[in-house]
């Protein structure tokens, strides 16, 4: 059994993976790490795991935590996972970060994301960046087979990525006219309480957010140039909604030609074929994002409206799956020499 640590693991995302886990057939969990949480069983703090996981949390350099790993996930915020990376690195162990700290190959490109958070522009192991690997496996197949480090995507990019991806590598839209209308579950924003995410101010209300600039919306024009050969501008909206998980990207694009609706599906199919993860349907697919809950599946719609000439698709996720832990699994079996369904081929939970 090849084995794993989770730095992190009380958050959303580290009970996310320790759940995946549990059910992989090729890994172990032997050691869970936290800032907080300390001292617990893992199934004190989520009971649902009792009997599952009875692993104690342990804090940064406690006895125990300096075991012999394959792989290390770090389910941590923006500056743990680049302070901490390298010793796992020098010692051969394979490095997933959940943050943005590897998810760029530059400084500068780092800088602009942290910057929309509000955060300093440095990044303290700028010569990690070179050798990242950005962790949509669907767009980078063969990046995976030697790499050691890789970013995993933010939850909003997957989603929109994967919806957007084919109409850019057919140079399918008119340049600049791409939109991302995006909707996500309150889950999104992490554990940790906040006042917006109380329920009374989440009960029955939505709201847009950061429209002065999204930090996923980086990584998003980043890759997408990568499939076009050039910068590709996105206007993106983030939404939040009264829902626990979920997204729903709406992805609209002017036509630089007259591809039909048919033919779109038939290029979206073409995409992602033998992409085990990615579902493409026409627009009288009755889905949504409870079709996706659970799962580690992306389900897209595709449609064109005639009367304006605008291709329309719509890209589901679960985000604490796709859109995290489970695109974090599966990007574990790459990494490791295994199937890339290993651990997550289920139809996930309705309703």
């Known amino acids: 059994m090849k084995k794993a640590k989770i730095i992190g693991a009380g958050g959303y995302g580290g009970v996310g993976i320790v759940e995946l886990l549990l059910k992989h057939p090729e890994v172990e969990i032997a050691c869970l790490v936290a800032k907080d949480q300390t001292g617990m ?38 500056g743990v996972g680049m302070n901490e990376a390298q010793q796992y690195l020098d010692k051969g162990v394979k490095v997933i970060d959940y943050s943005g700290d590897f998810r760029f190959n530059s400084a500068l490109d780092y800088a602009d994301y942290a910057g929309r958070l509000g955060k300093p522009a440095e990044h303290h192991a700028e010569s990690l960046l070179s050798q990242s690997v950005y962790g949509l496996p669907e767009l980078g197949l063969s990046d995976f087979g030697q790499a050691d480090l890789v970013g995993n995507p933010g939850c909003f990019a997957a989603s929109v990525l994967l919806g957007a991806a084919p109409l850019l590598a057919n140079d399918l839209i008119v340049e600049g006219s791409l939109i991302a209308d995006c ?37 998003v024009e980043k890759q997408l140039g990568k499939l076009s050969g050039n910068e590709q501008p996105i206007t993106f909206t983030s ?12 992805i609209y694009a002017k036509a630089n030609d007259n591809t039909s609706a048919e033919a779109l599906k038939d290029l979206y199919e073409s995409f992602y074929a033998g992409k085990h993860f990615v579902r493409v349907y026409d627009a009288s697919a009755d889905i949504g994002t409870a079709n996706v809950r659970g799962s580690n599946f992306c389900n897209i719609t595709v449609s064109k409206d ?18 995290q832990a489970g695109n974090a699994l599966q990007v574990m079996n790459l990494l490791l020499g295994l199937p890339e369904e290993m651990g997550l081929d289920a139809p996930g939970q309705y309703p």
């Open 239 to 250: 939404q939040v909604v009264p829902a626990t998980r979920g997204i729903m990207s709406c």
């Open 306 to 323: 005639e009367r304006t000439g605008t291709f329309r698709v719509v890209s589901y996720i679960d985000n604490l799956m796709k859109g």
């Open 41 to 78: 069983a893992m199934s004190d703090l989520y009971p649902h795991l009792k009997g599952f996981c009875d692993m104690t949390i342990l804090a940064s350099g406690d006895l125990g935590t300096d075991v012999d790993v394959d792989i290390v996930f770090f389910s941590t915020p923006d």
């Open 183 to 219: 909707k996500t579950g309150v889950s999104g924003a992490g554990k940790k309480p906040a006042p917006g995410f109380h329920y009374p101010a989440r009960y029955d209300n939505m709201n847009a957010y950061r429209l002065s600039g999204h930090q996923h919306v980086c990584e």
